[in-house]
């Protein structure tokens, strides 16, 4: 599983009936967010399409011991618009640790939020200067949705990007040494005849 952290977008807290409401963006689509420098990401509408129907928990900090609300419990609402992923978790005001998280995102202590997934489908752009940006397609299957305190990438998914970025460089490599030969070989035949400069 991958996570994300990302600034919530208009985020509210208010009260309805018994229940206390948190509802906002806990993603926007294709907003740029940096993994780590010279390498970014952002995720393309639609990608959550099919996974908002599964059973999503909402986590505090992605603990499991802490469930703020669940889709199949209906305490959970998630649903995907033009702008992102927007959510809607109805606490429970006998549970005091939900409470809890409800005020401090209310006061203004949290205003951030990650998501436990899996990525589907993606692509990536090698841009000019030689970093990479990642664009997710889609995420399948959705595991959570928590308000978190501290940014933070887990290791697994730093990992993840890691090789990949490695794989890129070689594929980059690759086709700068097939362009090159390509055209001393054009060169050998009387057509072409270049030197190629140093590849860093």
Not at 149 to 169: C, H, M, N, Q, W
């Amino acid at each position: 599983m991958e996570n994300r952290y990302l600034q919530f977008h208009d985020i509210k807290t208010r009260s309805a009936d018994d229940d206390l409401i948190i509802e906002g963006y806990f993603a926007v689509f294709d907003e740029v967010y940096t993994v780590w420098p010279g390498v970014t990401e952002s995720i393309q509408k639609g990608a959550f399409t099919n996974s908002i129907g599964q059973d999503v928990r909402a986590l505090y900090n992605h603990n499991d011991d802490q469930i703020l609300g669940r889709t199949s419990a209906g305490t959970l609402e998630l649903k995907e618009d033009d702008r992102g992923l927007w959510g809607r978790i109805r606490i429970n005001r006998k549970d005091s640790d939900a409470v809890n998280v409800y005020e401090r995102i209310a006061r203004g202590d949290i205003t951030g939020c990650s998501f436990g997934f899996e990525i589907k489908s993606e692509k990536w752009e090698q841009k000019a200067d030689n970093s990479v940006h990642y664009t997710i397609e889609e995420v399948d299957p959705l595991y959570e949705v928590s308000p978190c305190v501290f940014p933070a990438y887990e290791a697994t998914s730093i990992s993840s990007r890691g090789k990949d970025l490695e794989e890129i460089k070689k594929r980059s490599r690759q086709a700068w040494r097939d362009t090159w030969l390509n055209k001393l070989k054009g060169g050998a035949n009387g057509t072409q005849s270049t030197d190629a400069p140093e590849k860093d």
